[in-house]
């Protein structure tokens, strides 16, 4: 950044006046020029970020008036980024003399990202002015689907959907009732809001996501996340690509780069060479579906040559179970369970896993002595990947989290440990009881041990006649693009009798908003309130997403009632909207609804978003005493900063923390496990004569052992165990084509279907190719850009092929988020991303779809529009694979088995087919598989297992007999 001599084509440009001439006599007077500075000094300037006390009047020279001075002064106010799970902090810069936002960057007072983004971050920006954006409410016009739209009030849209509620509530049709979340991005809002409803209409995208490694983690300790504390780790091992796109990307990113600057070393277990692997020291690149072999063999490895944590093992899994249930022969002594772990894992040597994986022996061996050396230092991450595309991919997790077991790095400094610990839990105003209702439609008897609700399956349920959804709202949800099987999708959103009324939430348009009913602007990242908490390392922290030109208007003295009145257009927030909504349903409180939603403080009336937050920021550890300092509220103190560190990394180890005397009055200890139990629940167990917390599960302890999967009709899987995949090598037939496809892995500057509307982020990454191993693309004559045919169960997608090294031969793959469409009778919505398609559906169940458009420039406020230089918008693949749930976890599994072949001389590019007839078949295939409830005592679900908006207990058990 130094200064540099100008280059000849800089001199030429100079010279025709193409730029500014920077080098004429005389230029070096403007002292705003960077180049008077060194690097050393750029750097520190880039750190010495405003300081709060000058976020009201913050003055910048205007970057696009340079070589001019001009003064810009802007008004700071933090909020928090929307377009990843990560909610890292921004600042949005508003023009004080215009009142626009004009840039974000990123928010040094947030405890997860420390002033630091990624490129979705300050892309918000794009997002804002998006030409395309929704600013008003909809209401279809005409058939469902047919394009044609008309702008209501919110008034309107409010009771009419209130009132459909009400009915549904009064004829007692509760399961009719669902909200179906993409991303939520709040943390306990709607915990209030649909208990207060007495529904069970929680409904998520978890299943398509994260459940698989949820249930393997869930089944070892009762919680279902890691929280790798990888800047303390001296080893880190993940399965896919964390540092470049992982959960938590940017705050786990750079704490993965500190461990590795303070001398830890990184392993990744990744088909692809991806950016996170070729930062590694190891790239394991191993086939998909075999991660849990290698895993496998390296646990074998730590066993055999002792590198285990005793004392770990000894006091916290529940070895004399499994002894007992598994070897009643043995005696039970700690030497028989290590004993016996050797003889039960002792198929899985280096060389069967390298067999299985690809992966080298040597290389697990090495890798397993180093995981065995680092001790409670060793720090692993599973996410979706393996996790989530795999028949079987929970059992990933599982392995993963054995290792960590084995090293005694549970809850450990640099070691890994449950998310919750690292998580803030708000307290809400007028909580509701659990309600007393079970909706099958989400949780059904045939995956009794389901992570999360099995939405993936909603539209074939509705087609087999299992209910239907008479209110339905999608929240930043896309499943016509997002799921598999998009058509199916569509038939059902067609169909009046098994969608009511669909009601998009969404700040954007999408492929599932154009079948909706309603569609219904909601906030951006900087035009809502939301509060975030998540476990990005050893600490706890808690972020204020607010609508930053509503914080503004409140400071310059200007308060607004609503948010709508300060973001653009009529852009609403979920929250307001949904405490208004319930007003609406119970306008007299006579359902015992309305009295959730009223003030604490001013008894009977409604309450106030101010209201809501303050009675949470009060109830934060720490969080008064700050504010008082400052001789602000708490919701003031959250508003200034946006973030607060509740905790700086002292919740290691908390499964060791000691029960009171006075939660042990009353309490008992079973002789037989040591579990400590009161009034029913258990609450500790006895680890050498002191009373701890332990872990959530039946032991109390880490279960090597699970009897719950016993009782639930999977003993085969009693321990962690390797399941070979629907895709393993043994079931393609590689004489005909097949190969396995990858299609999960996540670009890291795009986000689902959220970031289309985002030029930037476009503008850097627009297609989809397959990628493909040289030796693969030399054996089906591919060169790079060449059509080609991937045949799914269900149809296929013409794509282009892109030959690469950084491919594993065998495998082939196509990144996520990319294919974006709309059809012709569509409102204009992300044109940066969107191809223009045909969608025929001439016989039944037959759908085809063509691209009859690519990219291109367009008119509108955003003069870049017309500089639009991309005209290929990528393939949709996902709508051509068939649902695939996990018989136990319920997880999607993403990958396929898919057949290669050349396009004939019909076929285009972009072109998709898909047979809906056929893919609720292969629903049927996999329904098959199950083992459905009831379990022991006549249970739908196990009771300590986790379950998303937990019901009444009573709800658990089956009562009809059928
Ligand atoms: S990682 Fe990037 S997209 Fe995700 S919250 Fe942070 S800045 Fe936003």
């Known amino acids: 950044m130094g200064y540099k001599k100008a280059s000849f084509i800089e001199n030429m440009a100079e010279k025709i006046g193409l730029i500014p001439d920077l080098h004429k006599e005389g230029y070096q007077e403007h002292d705003s020029d960077m180049r008077h500075f060194s690097d050393e000094e750029v750097a520190e300037m880039y750190e010495n970020f405003p300081p709060p006390e000058k976020w009201n009047n913050w003055i910048e020279y205007d970057p696009k008036a340079w070589p001019k001075k001009k003064k810009t002064n802007y008004q700071i106010v933090p909020t928090t980024c929307f377009n990843c799970e990560s909610a890292c902090g921004l600042t949005a810069f508003i023009d004080k003399s215009s009142g626009e936002i004009k840039k974000f960057e990123g928010n040094p007072y947030h405890p997860g990202s420390r002033g630091r983004n990624c490129a979705k971050g300050p892309a918000t920006i794009n997002q804002v002015t998006d030409p395309d954006r929704i600013l008003f409410p909809l209401k279809r016009k005409g058939k469902r689907g047919e394009g044609d739209w008309e702008r209501i009030s919110w008034d309107e849209a409010l009771d009419t959907i209130a009132d459909r509620i009400r009915k549904a509530l009064k004829e007692d049709r509760h399961n009719e009732i669902a909200y179906h979340v993409g991303r939520p991005g709040h943390e306990g809002f709607m915990n209030w809001v649909l208990p207060s409803w007495g529904i069970d209409g929680h409904n998520s995208h978890t299943n398509i996501c994260s459940s698989g490694a949820r249930f393997g983690y869930n089944l070892w300790y009762g919680y279902d996340r890691p929280s790798p504390d990888h800047a303390e780790a001296k080893f880190i091992l993940l399965i896919s690509a964390h540092l470049e796109s992982g959960h938590y990307f940017n705050p786990h990113a750079q704490r993965i780069i500190e461990g590795k600057m303070k001398g830890a070393k990184l392993a990744t277990m990744d088909p692809r060479l991806s950016n996170t692997a070729s930062m590694s020291d190891y790239w394991l690149p191993s086939y998909p579906g075999t991660e849990a072999a290698v895993l496998l063999a390296m646990a074998l490895i730590i066993l055999q040559q002792k590198l285990y944590n005793r004392s770990y093992l000894e006091n916290w899994t529940n070895w004399q179970e499994y002894l007992e249930a598994k070897h009643p022969e043995k005696e039970v002594s700690f030497d028989n369970y290590i004993e016996s772990m050797i003889e039960e894992y002792k198929e899985f040597t280096p060389e069967f896993a390298e067999k299985e994986s690809g992966v080298k022996a040597e290389m697990i061996r090495e890798i397993a002595v180093k995981i065995g050396e680092a001790g409670e230092r060793f720090a692993s991450h599973n996410w979706r990947s393996a996790g989530a595309s795999n028949l079987g991919g929970w059992a990933v997790a599982r392995c993963l989290h054995f290792l960590t077991v084995l090293t005694g790095a549970v809850g ?372 790079t850009g060449d059509l080609v045919k991937m045949n799914t169960d269900i149809g296929y997608f013409i794509d282009k092929v892109w030959v690469t090294q950084s491919m594993k031969p065998g495998v082939v793959a196509c990144s996520h988020h990319i294919g974006r469409w709309r059809r012709e009778q569509d409102t204009v919505g992300n044109r940066w991303a969107t191809n223009t398609v045909d969608i025929e559906n001439k016989e039944g169940g037959k759908w085809k779809m063509r691209t009859k458009r690519g990219i291109k420039p367009f008119e509108s406020s955003d003069k870049d529009s017309k500089r639009i230089f991309w005209k290929d918008g990528g393939v949709h693949q996902n709508i051509t694979h068939a649902v695939h749930p996990d018989p136990i976890s319920g997880m999607h599994t993403w990958h396929q088995r898919v057949r290669i072949e050349k396009p004939g001389p019909d076929d285009q590019y972009g072109d998709i087919f898909v047979d809906t007839d056929k893919s609720h078949e292969i629903f049927k295939e996999w329904m098959s598989m199950t083992r459905p409830a009831p379990g022991p005592g006549g249970l739908r679900r196990p009771l300590w297992f986790k379950r998303a908006f937990k019901p009444d207990e009573s709800t658990y058990y089956i009562k009809d007999k059928k």
Do not use: C
Request: glycine share 6%; aromatic share 14%; hydrophobic share 35%.
């Open 412 to 783: 450990a400094k640099g070691g890994t440990s449950p998310n919750s610990w690292n998580k803030f839990k708000p307290e809400v105003p007028n909580p509701p009881k659990p309600q007393k209702k079970w909706n099958e439609l989400h949780f059904p008897k045939e995956y009794p041990l389901a992570f999360f609700e099995m939405s993936q399956l909603l539209p074939h349920f509705l087609k087999e006649g299992r209910g239907k959804m008479d209110v339905y709202f999608s929240r930043v949800f896309n499943p016509v693009w997002t799921y598999p099987d998009g058509f199916t999708w569509m038939e059902m959103f067609m169909d009046e009798s098994k969608f009511g009324l669909h009601t998009a939430l969404t700040p954007t348009w999408n492929e599932t908003a154009f079948f909706a009913d309603l569609v219904l602007p909601m906030g951006l990242a900087p035009e809502r309130h939301d509060i975030n908490s998540y476990a990005t390392h050893g600490g706890t922290w808690v972020a204020f997403r607010q609508p930053v030109l509503r914080e503004a208007a409140r400071r310059n003295g200007k308060p607004v009632k609503y948010t709508y009145e300060a973001n653009p257009g009529e852009v609403w927030e979920e929250d307001e909207f949904w405490i208004e909504l319930s007003w609406r349903i119970d306008p007299d409180g006579s359902m015992g609804i309305r009295k959730h939603f009223e003030s604490p403080k001013r008894p009977g009336k409604k309450i106030t978003i101010e209201e809501y937050y303050q009675y949470i920021f009060e109830r934060i550890k720490g969080l008064p005493a700050a504010a008082k300092k400052e001789g602000i509220s708490e919701f003031e103190y959250m508003s200034k900063y946006g973030a607060f560190e509740i905790e700086k990394g002292e919740s290691y180890k908390m499964n060791e923390n000691l029960l009171s005397k006075e939660q042990l009055k009353g309490s008992e200890v079973d002789k037989k496990n040591d579990v400590i139990r009161k009034n029913g629940k258990d609450i500790g167990v006895m680890i050498n004569g002191e009373a701890m917390v332990g872990f959530p599960t039946p032991s109390r302890k880490n279960e090597f052992y699970s009897q719950t999967m016993v009782d639930w009709n999977w003993p085969e899987y009693s321990t962690p165990t390797y399941i070979k995949s629907h895709i393993h090598n043994d079931v393609l037939d590689k004489s005909k084509g097949e190969y396995v496809l990858v299609p999960t892995f996540r670009l890291p500057t795009l986000i689902h279907t959220r970031s289309g509307n985002a030029k930037w982020l476009v503008e850097i990454s627009n297609r989809n190719p397959i990628w493909m191993h040289p030796e693969d693309a030399e054996k089906w004559n591919f060169k």
